[in-house]
């Protein structure tokens, strides 16, 4: 990844993959071409051939995998008419652009794999109510995913993953949407392009791929959970049976070196913390960055890792506060933890084949820890048996007039987040008890 990332953003290689790719589309019946292999990427959705049986156990074993890959797709546009109809632009109707967009495509180790030109929507002239209407489209919550791999982990389930090519020109658009033809396409003079399909870069793109792939896997007998709405179920009678004996690790250890790379700290120098102890970070520490950008870049990159190293959640919050005008030391603190996660780059979390899918949960506050607003910072752990799924660590919106009151409020934010994590549980087949144990260390809170 960290070699893609150099490649496309270096302006010398942008201009060398834009020339190459150049060389095979340079006239209107290569220009067609690779519209029409846009519009025909493979694609796993299509309407069931016939109706599945519903049975009885809950997993997506490789048959339905299969079925799912295997299906028929609609039938393909055969020409650039078919694909982009050529039509005059009606009175009042708004015009949206198009660019290609060019990248290379690189392997892990840094070689060349392939060259791709894309086709890409100027959304941004887009008129709400004229042309787009909802553009919102639901995302999966990491916690549903965390929560699924416990359990796919302690029934014996195997986990597939599927990838949909060009996922964003599978969805059909209900709303009237003329673009200018693509740069290099030989078109009637005074004529635009009307979209049937969407294309990346149009607003309401998202939703109109969610709606296409949700009405689609319902056909197959998927229902969508009421309480994650991204979360589709489907019951079945095929079993699989893991290989592994400890169920499975998800760690980010590529990421991690690349983010170790990125920061240009390569050397041998390691932290066994990520910060040291009773430090308080302020607004004031230190001397300002000339250049914030890396700060930001980093920090940012620090997020996503939380995903799978939430041992780092607390400080990566504590630096993700002084974004906007980060000083020297705030960036001394970033550098220190880069190097503690060379001491933890293996890390990661791990789900057990031996787990009994209880819900539990663990809280803790730190009364008006910071100096600044006096605010508090609150964290909570919620596991499922002995399987971290899900965690938080932020500051409370108002400052607590005392510590029984700053940890009395913690446990009502985890216990919300168990609510939703119960009833979810029950939608993928696992009982829980009708209490579930929440952990606090007030005597007084309680």
């Not at 009307?194 to 949700?214: C, E, T, V």
Request: net charge neutral.
């Amino acid at each position: 990844m960290a070699s893609f990332e150099r490649i496309v953003t270096h302006p010398t290689a942008a201009m060398v993959a834009k020339e190459v790719i150049d060389q095979h589309i340079v006239n209107p019946e290569s220009i067609k071409q690779v519209i029409l292999n846009l519009l025909n990427a493979p694609t796993a959705l299509s309407t069931a051939p016939g109706p599945i049986d519903r049975t009885t156990s809950w997993n997506l074993s490789q048959d339905t995998f299969d079925e799912l890959h295997d299906a028929s797709p609609h039938a393909p546009p055969s020409s650039i008419e078919d694909a982009l109809p050529i039509v005059y632009l009606p009175a009042g109707k708004p015009l949206v652009g198009c660019k290609w967009v060019y990248k290379i495509k690189t392997r892990s180790d840094g070689f060349v794999e392939h060259y791709k030109a894309r086709l890409v929507a100027k959304g941004f002239t887009q008129a709400y109510g004229i042309d787009y209407e909802e553009t919102f489209a639901p995302v999966a919550h990491l916690t549903s995913v965390r929560s699924l791999i416990a359990i796919a982990a302690a029934k014996g389930w195997k986990l597939f993953q599927m990838n949909m090519k060009n996922a964003f020109l599978n969805g059909d658009l209900v709303e009237d949407v003329y673009m200018q033809p693509p740069p290099g396409l030989e078109h009637p003079p005074n004529k635009v392009c009307q979209l049937k399909r969407a294309l990346y870069g149009l607003k309401q793109a998202p939703q109109a791929w969610f709606a296409k792939f949700s009405t689609t896997i319902n056909e197959f007998g998927f229902t969508s959970s009421p309480h994650d709405t991204t979360l589709f179920i489907r019951k079945t009678n095929y079993g699989m049976v893991t290989s592994s004996d400890d169920g499975y690790i998800l760690s980010q250890t590529k990421y991690a070196s690349d983010l170790i790379s990125k920061a240009g700290l390569t050397d041998s120098k390691i932290a066994s913390t990520p910060l040291e102890p009773n430090v308080q970070l302020t607004f004031m520490d230190g001397s300002p960055l000339v250049d914030p950008t890396c700060y930001r870049q980093l920090v940012g990159s620090l997020i996503y890792l939380i995903i799978t190293q939430p041992n780092i959640a607390y400080v990566v919050h504590v630096i993700s506060q002084f974004m906007a005008t980060p000083r020297s030391i705030h960036y001394a603190a970033i550098v220190r933890i880069i190097h503690y996660i060379k001491s933890t780059i293996f890390h990661g979390l791990h789900f057990s084949t031996h787990s009994s899918l209880e819900l539990r949960a663990y809280t803790d506050v730190d009364w008006t820890r910071d100096s600044d607003d006096r605010k508090s910072t609150i964290g909570y752990y919620l596991f499922l048996s002995d399987s971290l799924i899900s965690w938080c660590s932020k500051k409370q919106t108002v400052p607590s007039c005392s510590n029984t009151e700053a940890e009395y409020l913690v446990p009502g934010d985890a216990t919300s987040k168990l609510l939703n994590l119960h009833w979810l549980q029950e939608d993928t087949g696992i009982p829980q008890p009708p209490a579930t144990n929440l952990y606090c260390n007030n005597q007084r809170a309680m």
